[in-house]
């Protein structure tokens, strides 16, 4: 599994976290902005991924142990 | 007697031997009976054991061959349907029954091995919650395990790419019966660690019997899925086919469409979900901004009472020193009747007597007025 801090996963547990951390008290008002603009961020990037549109199926195929990536046509 | 028809005991046996096998039902039967008298032998693999039911019984062997391709071992007291042949074993003369295959009597052969497979891994813990990988909640790669030309892939893609048009899709062909069934998921499963790039697996196929369901119950399979680092889905057939591979797996779906819903939740949902969680970052940006105001402002009056305080202790002590000095002020010394001499020269103020001398002009200061006079 791709352990990617970038993708769509990732960013959203970030976000999570932001919002929870935000949401406990403890926090300074300058850290609170940072904190504030980067949720504002992420979930900005987090809406952009989910409008991407995939429109090929690939196909994995081992080929003398080796992955390959074809087109796959869908019958 | 003619010495022509005394056979030899072994012609005898021949003879015997020779009805049996050229016997047209005799040659290829069906038996059913309970199992008795179990022996294996090891060394030579083959398994004695007497058929019996109320009234008789028959003494049976299973050859190594044949006891190989069993799918089930066999107990005391089983009952069971055998093929096989009834031959003679010519040093004992006594007839016996050579199996070819057998299956247990009202339970088939496969339901009888799937459940012994299904004990010695559930005992084994495989199928133990603790094992079962967390399923991605926004997977972004999806592999698909299944027939290329089948209807269940067809399914699985039609609902990602309904629900979720952003996610990638990688179909792995694989075969999903008969026998390189086993071998072709070992390999697909495989295939996506080794890809490492998928988020989540879906090993899925469509409903069959028992027979055609049988590699997704083959041990190989099971550890293949077991040992996965990509969390699987599994979707093998209906939903009341329930294979070992939907036990192991780490989320099973009733069909191949629930498993794409399982997979990837709907748009609307994760947008609802990242809108949420802005308006909870205002929310709490602004809660935290007027808890500061507040804080404050607090602060602010708790500072104008400490100083309203201290100016009021101040006047207080202002109002006693006051009074002392009224206390000692010498007006107010006069106002007992006593006054002030000063020699008019000088402005001494007169103590003693010897201060003065005839002829000074003294100022001598009242209560109320001045004098001034001379003396003599």
Same mark, same amino acid.
């Given at each position: 599994?791709?352990? @990617?801090?970038?993708?769509?996963?990732?960013?959203?547990?970030?976000?999570?976290?932001?919002?929870?951390?935000?949401?406990?008290?403890?926090?300074?008002? %300058?850290?609170?902005?940072?904190?504030?603009?980067?949720?504002?961020?992420?979930? @900005?990037?987090?809406?952009?991924?989910? =409008?991407?549109?995939?429109?090929?199926?690939? %196909?994995?195929?081992? %080929?003398?142990?080796?992955?390959?990536?074809? =087109?796959?046509?869908?019958? | &007697?003619?010495?022509?028809?005394?056979?030899?005991?072994?012609?005898?046996?021949?003879?015997?031997?020779? &009805?049996?096998?050229?016997?047209?039902?005799?040659?290829?039967?069906?038996?059913?009976?309970?199992?008795?008298?179990?022996?294996?032998?090891?060394?030579?693999?083959?398994?004695?054991?007497?058929?019996?039911?109320?009234?008789?019984?028959?003494?049976?062997?299973?050859?190594?061959?044949?006891?190989?391709?069993?799918?089930?071992?066999?107990?005391?007291?089983?009952?069971?349907?055998?093929?096989?042949?009834? /031959?003679?074993?010519?040093?004992?003369?006594?007839?016996?029954?050579?199996?070819?295959?057998?299956? !247990?009597?009202?339970?088939?052969?496969?339901?009888?091995?799937?459940?012994?497979?299904?004990?010695?891994?559930?005992?084994?813990?495989?199928?133990?919650?603790?094992?079962?990988?967390?399923? !991605?909640?926004?997977?972004?790669?999806?592999?698909?395990?299944?027939?290329? /030309?089948?209807?269940?892939?067809?399914?699985?893609?039609?609902?990602?790419?309904?629900?979720?048009?952003?996610?990638?899709?990688?179909?792995? !062909?694989?075969?999903?019966?008969?026998?390189?069934?086993?071998?072709?998921?070992?390999?697909?499963?495989?295939?996506?660690?080794?890809?490492?790039?998928?988020?989540?697996?879906?090993? *899925?196929?469509?409903?069959?019997?028992?027979?055609?369901?049988?590699?997704?119950?083959?041990?190989?399979?099971?550890?293949?899925?077991? /040992?996965?680092?990509?969390?699987?889905?599994?979707?093998?057939?209906?939903?009341?086919?329930?294979?070992?591979?939907?036990?192991?797996?780490?989320?099973?779906?009733? *069909? !191949?469409?629930?498993?794409?819903?399982?997979?990837?939740?709907?748009?609307?949902?994760?947008?609802?979900?990242?809108?949420? &969680?802005?308006?909870?970052?205002?929310?709490?940006?602004?809660?935290?901004?007027?808890?500061?105001?507040?804080?404050?402002?607090?602060?602010? /009056?708790?500072?104008?009472?400490?100083?309203?305080?201290?100016?009021?202790?101040?006047?207080?002590?202002?109002?006693?020193?006051?009074?002392?000095?009224?206390?000692?002020?010498?007006? *107010?010394?006069?106002?007992?009747?006593?006054?002030?001499?000063?020699?008019?020269?000088?402005?001494?103020?007169?103590?003693?007597?010897?201060?003065?001398?005839?002829?000074?002009?003294?100022?001598? *200061?009242?209560?109320?007025?001045?004098?001034?006079?001379?003396?003599?």
């Amino acid at each position: 599994m791709p352990k @990617k801090e970038n993708n769509l996963e990732g960013m959203m547990k970030k976000l999570e976290n932001i919002v929870g951390s935000l949401e406990r008290e403890d926090i300074g008002l %300058e850290k609170a902005i940072k904190l504030y603009d980067e949720g504002i961020k992420l979930a @900005k990037e987090c809406t952009n991924e989910l =409008n991407k549109v995939e429109t090929k199926i690939k %196909e994995l195929v081992s %080929e003398k142990g080796k992955v390959k990536i074809k =087109n796959f046509e869908e019958a | &007697m003619d010495e022509r028809n005394i056979l030899s005991v072994t012609e005898a046996t021949q003879y015997i031997k020779t &009805m049996f096998e050229t016997d047209i039902i005799l040659n290829n039967v069906f038996i059913r009976g309970e199992v008795s008298n179990l022996k294996y032998y090891h060394m030579g693999g083959q398994v004695y054991f007497t058929l019996k039911d109320e009234n008789c019984q028959i003494s049976c062997v299973i050859f190594n061959n044949s006891v190989n391709s069993m799918k089930f071992n066999l107990e005391e007291g089983m009952k069971v349907i055998a093929r096989g042949k009834v /031959s003679v074993y010519e040093r004992r003369g006594q007839y016996n029954f050579r199996i070819f295959e057998v299956q !247990p009597d009202g339970i088939g052969a496969l339901a009888l091995a799937f459940e012994k497979l299904k004990k010695r891994l559930y005992e084994e813990g495989i199928f133990d919650d603790k094992y079962k990988k967390p399923i !991605p909640l926004y997977p972004e790669k999806i592999a698909i395990l299944a027939s290329p /030309s089948g209807a269940a892939v067809h399914d699985v893609i039609k609902v990602i790419r309904r629900r979720a048009p952003w996610a990638g899709i990688y179909i792995v !062909p694989i075969v999903v019966q008969g026998e390189t069934a086993k071998e072709s998921i070992v390999e697909g499963i495989n295939l996506i660690n080794k890809f490492k790039e998928v988020d989540v697996a879906i090993l *899925t196929r469509g409903g069959g019997s028992l027979e055609e369901l049988w590699s997704f119950n083959e041990e190989d399979v099971v550890r293949a899925i077991f /040992s996965s680092i990509v969390p699987v889905i599994s979707a093998v057939g209906h939903e009341i086919d329930i294979t070992l591979s939907d036990l192991v797996a780490d989320l099973r779906a009733a *069909t !191949p469409s629930q498993a794409g819903e399982l997979v990837v939740q709907e748009k609307t949902i994760i947008v609802n979900n990242i809108e949420n &969680m802005e308006k909870r970052l205002k929310e709490s940006l602004k809660e935290l901004v007027y808890s500061k105001k507040e804080e404050l402002s607090e602060l602010c /009056s708790g500072l104008k009472q400490l100083l309203e305080s201290k100016l009021n202790s101040v006047s207080v002590k202002v109002g006693l020193f006051k009074e002392k000095l009224n206390l000692l002020n010498p007006k *107010t010394i006069l106002k007992r009747g006593y006054s002030i001499v000063e020699r008019s020269a000088d402005r001494l103020i007169v103590k003693e007597a010897k201060q003065v001398n005839s002829k000074d002009r003294l100022k001598i *200061t009242l209560y109320k007025g001045k004098i001034q006079a001379d003396v003599v």
